[in-house]
């Protein structure tokens, strides 16, 4: 967990919440802070209820969803919709981006960054003359050894 990326996004958590009349009720707050640690990356809702249960704090599904939307409506998270049709959740924060590797066998998520990928996207948007404000990148596949043939 990135501590700086966790306060940051905290404090600005709190000033969009307040600025859009949000008090802070328990389950809220849970959620956030909860997202503040382990949303760097995403995650589901139910690992969130049961992340939020094994804190000690409880989570009802229902709530969990309903502070998802407001987050997401407040542009403080992004939503990852998988080919299932699951979503997952991530803190947004201007400073921090990462891309997404989806192993086929585990479903486990792997955050990436890479330097040529971001080069190329943005080679691209100029091509198509395209201002870029944004994209996300999930690559989807099964790990193979270096140099083994990734075709079987």
Do not use: N
């Not at 403080?76 to 991530?90: F, M, W």
Request: proline share 1%; hydrophobic share 40%.
């Amino acid at each position: 967990m990135d501590q700086a990326l966790r306060d940051r996004w905290l404090a600005h958590a709190r000033r969009r919440m307040s600025g859009a009349g949000l008090r802070t009720g328990a389950a809220r707050a849970r959620v956030v802070a909860f997202m503040a640690e382990e949303g760097q990356c995403l995650v589901g809702a139910q690992e969130i209820v049961d992340g939020l249960r094994e804190r000690g704090g409880g989570g009802a599904q229902a709530s969990v969803y309903r502070v998802l939307d407001e987050l997401h409506g407040l542009g403080l998270v992004r939503r990852s919709v998988d080919d299932q049709g699951a979503a997952r959740y991530e803190i947004h924060d201007d400073d921090h981006h990462h891309h997404h590797f989806v192993d086929d066998a585990t479903g486990a998520v792997t955050a990436f960054e890479d330097a040529a990928l971001e080069d190329a996207l943005a080679e691209a948007a100029e091509r198509l003359g395209v201002e870029l404000s944004g994209h996300e990148i999930v690559l989807r596949g099964r790990k193979v050894p270096r140099g083994a043939p990734a075709g079987d």
